[in-house]
């Protein structure tokens, strides 16, 4: 039985890294989340073999995961998809913790157990709590039930946050020389639990795609940890490419920031949502709107137009009304491209999803290194709901929170249209320059059905 179920493990774990290399692109990636859901399944299948416990509890868990897993799934909307991504990976990290204090009272304390072990268990309570509760925080600045502003307690934060990890790992040490009380496996998922919405409640909207993807591998590491405690190689592999996978998507939204994983942890910037307005001691400024109408003019007579989607598109559900205009405009011989911004959204790769799901040609979307040097060259560029990822202070104001962020160059075309609700601030909230631009009209309303007017006036002419 056992070789069976190392062998049935291997075949999990293969199945995991195959189904891992179909996320590469939008035609493979359904296949991919199958054929990785398949591997679970075999691994759940494997790790029951094994199972000489309560067969009722199993039963019941099983259950009752998938009837709040399922349906939670299916009707989530693409715009809460970032808050679902949050919410399912701090579950991961609190059954983690859960288990690693599980494994103390089975040992008696983890007496007689051996080293590596208790190790393992010990850094999967500590990093498991962490991501729970952590993601719980993201999860509530995602969802708004938290000010996605950055609140903390100033300069005081890292030192109330050192003086917590150090308790933590003090607790996790005392419990893991052997025979020691349960109160100190208790203390240290409550210390470790309150270290992880003290490092993630500082943190600001902005930052939220770095901080799901640093919550996403910091679960990994403590699910591969967890399995090297239970000698569970299927928890092992899936851990560790969970935790390589995210580590690696943290240091590229950090990179495609311009900021450090680290000043990123000590607190960042983002969710004021303010109103836009020139600053302290500046002139009042204007902004020039425009009409469908003209909107439909400029893009149908452009040669090249590039469609920059934003946190707007998503919250509008305006993916499919976007493909539908630009089929029309290549109907009239004008070229589309979509130009993409690694942390647009309120997730990693959220605009890729949104419009891989509306049948958008993969070809058609350009990274920002690729995309970058069009603008210069494009007849109109439309913004559909981006605010930060367009913002020139980005490149010109040394005093913005955002200076040096790498962003879409959208103020070199040569006529802009924004697509926005109103001019409220973006997720980092903080003006954009952009709107004022003499190259620049508004087209304020709902982004759906702007969009959808546009198409109308599109058919018309």
């Given amino acids: 039985m056992d070789t069976l179920v190392r062998v049935l493990y ?22 991919g989340n199958k054929i990785a859901a398949a591997g679970m399944v075999v691994a759940v299948v494997a790790t029951l073999l094994r199972v000489d416990h309560n067969w009722v509890l199993i039963v019941v868990g099983l259950i009752v995961g998938t009837v709040l897993g399922v349906p939670s799934a299916r009707r989530v909307k693409m715009t809460a998809m970032p808050q679902m991504v949050a919410l399912f990976n701090g579950v991961g990290g609190g059954a983690v913790a859960l288990i690693a204090w599980s494994e103390f009272r089975t040992s008696d304390g983890f007496t007689g157990t051996p080293g590596h072990v208790v190790i393992a268990s010990m ?34 934060q890292q030192g109330v946050n050192a003086l917590l990890l150090a308790a933590s790992v003090a607790c996790a040490v005392v419990a893991g020389l052997g025979g020691a009380a349960q109160v100190w496996v208790i203390l240290l998922l409550v210390l470790a639990a309150v270290l992880g919405v003290m490092v993630v409640i500082p943190i600001g909207g902005a930052d939220m795609p ?16 967890a399995g090297l405690a239970l000698d569970n190689t299927a928890m092992i592999v899936a851990g560790m490419i969970v935790g390589a996978s995210g580590s690696i998507l943290t240091n590229q939204m950090a990179v495609a920031m311009n900021r450090t994983i680290p000043a990123i942890v000590a607190g960042g910037f983002g969710g004021g949502g303010a109103l836009a307005s020139g600053g302290d001691g500046e002139e009042a400024r204007t902004v020039r709107s425009t009409s469908a109408s003209d909107a439909a003019i400029q893009m149908a007579y452009a040669a090249q137009v590039i469609v920059v989607p934003g946190y707007g598109m998503a919250v509008a559900q305006a993916q499919h009304a976007v493909k539908d205009m630009a089929k029309l405009l290549q109907a009239k011989g004008v070229e589309v491209k979509y130009a993409i911004h690694p942390v647009a ?30 603008f210069a060259r494009t007849d109109v560029t439309l913004v559909i709901g981006a605010n930060d990822v367009t913002n020139p202070a980005a490149r010109t104001d040394p005093s913005s929170p955002i200076h040096g962020m790498p962003i879409l160059n ?31 009209t508004m087209l304020f309303g709902d982004a759906k059905k702007s969009v959808l007017e546009v198409t109308e006036e599109l058919k018309a002419l």
């Fill in 345 to 374: 959204g309120r997730m990693p790769g959220h605009m890729n999803v949104l419009l891989a799901e509306a049948d958008v040609a993969y070809d058609a979307l350009k990274e920002m290194d690729e995309i970058n040097d069009e």
């Fill in 123 to 156: 850094f999967a309570a500590l990093v498991g709590s962490v991501s729970f509760w952590g993601s719980l925080v993201a999860f509530g600045k995602l969802q708004e039930i938290l000010p996605g502003r950055p609140m903390g307690l100033g300069k005081a």
């Fill in 410 to 440: 959208v103020d070199e075309s040569r006529q802009v249209i924004v697509l926005k609700r109103s001019m409220n601030s973006g997720f980092a909230g903080i003006d954009n320059p952009l709107f004022y631009a003499d190259r620049t």
């Fill in 210 to 225: 770095v901080v799901i993807s640093l919550l996403n591998a910091l679960t990994g590491l403590s699910a591969a940890a």
């Fill in 10 to 31: 291997i075949i999990a774990f293969a199945l995991f890294i195959y189904g891992l290399s179909g996320l590469t692109g939008p035609k493979t990636a359904v296949r």
